[in-house]
């Protein structure tokens, strides 16, 4: 059955500095991942997606993230953090074969924003 | 990009009362929707999908009796939530797929008291 890990769950980071949180995914074919963001109380916003092609993929509010067949991930990385990127971020991967399938997600990481 | 709605975005009711979530698709057809449930501080689960014109598929270990979902048009479908206890209290989500991506509802905040 697919999976999604993601290993932490709080993480800090100075704004200006660069950031990475780090998904495993399980899966045997081809997974569909996507990045979302969630501010408190508030619904999920879709940041990029890997369907396939390119690994590196650019997604909205200069966020992008490598997909790595070989490592089984999908890290998301920012080069400078603003203190509005302080959010809640899920990790997801696609629970059938299809793009557009039900989706599982990880627990999630809290990201902190320090000044 | 595609909408998806939600409403309400919040409720307070009384336990053993039944409430109604509704999530539209507000400028596109969707013949399958999803519902997920996020407990405070955890990630969003999968409750059921939800099929235009047929009944949803249940997760295992959702009771489909006490989550009842109607999907009666390609743009609307709701989530009931029967006899409802304070365990029930979440933060439901609910996504619409058009082509291949989910677009997701801004969520329902329930609160069973």
């Known amino acids: 059955a697919q999976s999604v890990t993601q290993p932490d769950i709080h993480i800090t980071v100075s704004e200006g500095a660069s950031l990475e949180l780090r998904c495993n995914y399980s899966y045997g074919a081809t997974p569909y991942l996507f990045w979302y963001v969630q501010s408190p109380g508030q619904g999920l916003q879709l940041l990029l997606k890997y369907f396939s092609g390119d690994t590196l993929v650019q997604g909205i509010k200069g966020f992008e993230a490598e997909f790595k067949r070989s490592q089984s991930s999908f890290n998301l990385r920012k080069p400078s953090v603003h203190w509005s990127d302080a959010a809640e971020y899920f990790c997801a991967v696609g629970a059938g074969n299809q793009a557009g399938t039900a989706l599982i997600f990880g627990k999630g990481t809290t990201l902190s924003v320090s000044s | 990009g595609a909408v998806v709605s939600q409403h309400p975005s919040w409720v307070i009711c009384k336990s053993g009362t039944s409430v109604k979530i509704e999530c539209r698709s507000l400028?596109?057809?969707?013949?399958?929707m999803f519902w997920y449930r996020q407990f405070p501080k955890q990630s969003l689960m999968l409750m059921a999908t939800s099929n235009e014109g047929s009944k949803a598929t249940y997760e295992q270990g959702v009771e489909k009796d006490k989550f009842l979902i109607n999907h009666a048009s390609l743009t609307l479908s709701t989530l009931t939530v029967t006899s409802a206890h304070p365990e029930d209290s979440s933060f439901y989500i609910c996504?619409?797929?058009?082509?291949?991506?989910?677009?997701f509802g801004p969520g329902t905040r329930l609160t069973v008291l």
């Open positions: 996504s619409a797929r058009e082509n291949n991506e989910q677009f």
């Open positions: 400028d596109f057809q969707a013949t399958t």
